[in-house]
């Protein structure tokens, strides 16, 4: 949607001022740079289970059964994520989930799963960590 509107305000920027046409490069390459950053993909990331209950530290109440991750420190953005969804794929399958919380023991691009999200993908807690790929559904 977000994307949609980029483009859309870009082709109208487009028709209105052909004449500017050095700033309509500029806009091209901006959108560009968001279209990537809006596709962009996190393959074979540590993804390991977590025990969600209790005040998680996007200020939310964490239930067991709920779909919700926890995103390692350095995507947290000091909570500039909080309530975002994030989409993880693992073996075919793929699970949506909302981020509540900073896993500060997770390495780069990795995410802890909620137990309920955790036994969407048919896992028990053994092995506790996967590798799957994951995107930012906004
Ligand atoms: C995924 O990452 C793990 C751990 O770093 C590694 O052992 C495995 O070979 C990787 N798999 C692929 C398909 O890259
Ligand atoms: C969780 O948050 C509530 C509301 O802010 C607070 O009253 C409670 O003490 C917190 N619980 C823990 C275990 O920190």
Known sequence: MKLFTKLLLSSLTLSLASAAS?????DQLQLREETITL???FDNATIVYFLALGNSTCGTTMELNDFIVSINSEQYEGGSRCLEYVTVSYEGMSSTGQIVNECTTCPPYGLALSPGMWSSFGLSTEPSVIYGDWVFDS
Do not use: A, E, G, T
């Open 22 to 26: 050095l700033n309509l490069q500029k």
């Open 39 to 41: 596709s962009k993909r």
